[in-house]
Nanobody
């Protein structure tokens, strides 16, 4: 069974920083891509940042230059460094992994989410 566990969320003032972590565990054969999504109240879930197996990254326009996604292969862990946060970054942040597990074809897996609240 594959499990994604996020941590690092919390409350921060505008202009501050947070670092989110996502640990992927289970009978994993290969992680192809990792990503961070967010969902604010009354809004659809949106991609914040993604990183592929060859470490290419992509970001939502709203976070470019402020957020950085990274991964540590040996730890099956992804990070989202959030700098210069704004009140509009307030949302539940979800980790997503596109991976192949033992006896399971490639599919997406999700974490339970971690709340990020930015006050002005």
């Amino acid at each position: 069974q594959v499990r994604l566990v996020e941590s690092g969320g919390g409350s921060v003032q505008a202009g501050g920083s947070l670092r989110l972590s996502c640990v992927v565990s289970g009978r994993i054969v290969r992680i192809n891509a990792l990503g961070w999504y967010r969902q604010a109240p009354g809004k659809q879930r949106e991609l914040v940042a993604g990183i592929s197996r060859n470490d290419s990254t992509n970001y939502a326009d709203s976070v470019k230059g402020r957020f950085t996604i990274s991964r540590v292969y040996a730890k099956n862990t992804a990070y989202l460094q959030m700098n210069s946060v704004k009140p509009e970054d307030t949302a539940v942040y979800y980790c997503n992994a596109e991976l192949v597990a033992v006896f399971t074809a490639q599919r997406d897996y999700w974490g339970q989410g971690t709340q990020v609240t930015v006050s002005s």
